[in-house]
């Protein structure tokens, strides 16, 4: 088969959960003796991942302002018409903002498989013309897709509930068993090479919560034993982001920046404990990675948190710092790290032959 996706920013070593979960499966779909071609945001392409394929997928790149507002309808629309000249069997498009343009995709001929990676809506960056827009866009994705997946039960209750779509298919997202790193050596510049540390990864956006894990940091009493780390930034600097800044400047919270590859091999293996504050989620990767490499983990009690594999003691009731606080010093008491956690449902391999399966079923 021919596939084309888009509504990712691209792929490879773009920060992101759909941009991880895009990166880690078509790889595996292509290996599979399929031609897969992944349309990029050209903001996103940098000299870095400037390349024509990665690991048997074709990259195209197409142009997209750099401007939160409009980067993700005006890449799209422009996504649906290059897809077109391409003639793929299958058009398969990621979250709930770029399927605004699924009936414009089917007006075109296509036959169109929309992933679902949450009601991006609830995402607190968003004022009230982008929350119309995305919910737009979940309503025509859910309508007008010929098949749809999603990543959790809770966003198929979601879809079943609003739309009366009942046939949508559940397909995690996944995770690798990583080798954990030896070396220290990136941790030196960062002073946590010999201190244990507590850590958190995404980007610097509202619904990420990290205001409130630096506040709950502040009321631990811990930083005199314990450093907190936060790995991420911004896409789109803004008031929050600088202020998010500033305050883990104030606290004394290291962070590092977007980081993949070795240095986040050494941050995740080396950490006593990872939190995930996170008001909004679809399925979070970034948990994911971090029960991949054994840690302990703090996470707010939201639905898509709410994993089966996790326990009572593992959630604290999102927003209160106190909470948050509390289950951060019984956990670093408690130093359970390494953990052992079963990930047998979040194998990227059973991923890709699922997701073949939808294809074929068009």
């Not at 074709?58 to 890449?75: G, T, W």
């Not at 679902?116 to 309503?139: C, F, I, M």
């Not at 002073?191 to 630096?214: S, W």
């Not at 780390?229 to 977007?258: M, N, P, W």
């Amino acid at each position: 088969m021919k596939i084309v996706v888009i509504g990712t920013r691209g792929i490879p070593n773009i920060l992101g959960g759909v941009e991880t979960h895009c990166e880690e499966l078509f790889p595996r779909i292509a290996a599979k003796g399929h031609d897969v071609t992944v349309i990029r945001r050209t903001p996103y392409v940098e000299e870095n991942n400037r390349i024509a394929e990665f690991k048997g997928v074709k990259l195209v790149d197409v142009y997209a302002p750099r401007k939160k507002s409009i980067e993700a309808i005006i890449h799209t629309f422009l996504a649906v018409v290059k897809a077109r000249r391409l003639n793929p069997d299958v058009l398969h498009v990621h979250a709930i903002g770029p399927a605004i343009m699924v009936p414009f995709a089917r007006l075109l001929g296509m036959k169109v498989v929309m992933t679902n990676h949450g009601p991006d809506y609830d995402r607190q960056k968003w004022g009230r013309l982008a929350k119309t827009v995305l919910k737009a866009g979940e309503s025509f994705g859910t309508r007008f897709s010929n098949r749809v997946i999603v990543i959790s039960t809770v966003i198929a209750d979601i879809l079943a509930n609003k739309y009366g779509r009942k046939d949508t298919d559940l397909i995690y997202n996944g995770v690798n068993r990583p080798v954990k790193s030896q070396s220290r050596s990136w941790l030196e510049k960062w002073g946590v090479a010999d201190k244990p540390y507590i850590v958190a990864i995404g980007r610097f956006v509202k619904e990420k919560g990290f205001h409130d894990l630096i506040e709950a940091y502040k009321k631990s009493g811990l930083e005199d034993r314990y450093r907190l780390v936060i790995a991420g930034d911004t896409d789109h600097e803004d008031d929050y982001s600088r202020s998010l800044k500033h305050q883990a400047r104030e606290a004394g919270v290291v962070l590092t920046g977007f980081i993949k590859g070795e240095p986040l091999n050494q941050l995740m293996s080396n950490a006593s404990l990872f939190v995930m504050p996170s008001y909004h989620e679809g399925l979070p990767i970034a948990l994911l990675e971090a029960m991949s490499y054994d840690l302990d983990v703090v996470v707010s009690d939201i639905p898509a948190n709410r994993l089966q594999i996790l326990g009572k003691d593992d959630f604290f009731h999102v927003g209160d710092t106190d909470a948050l606080a509390a289950a951060v010093t019984r956990k670093i008491a408690a130093a359970k790290t390494p953990r052992t956690y079963d990930l047998t449902a979040y194998d990227w391999d059973k991923i890709a032959d699922q997701t073949i399966k939808v294809y074929e079923s068009m």
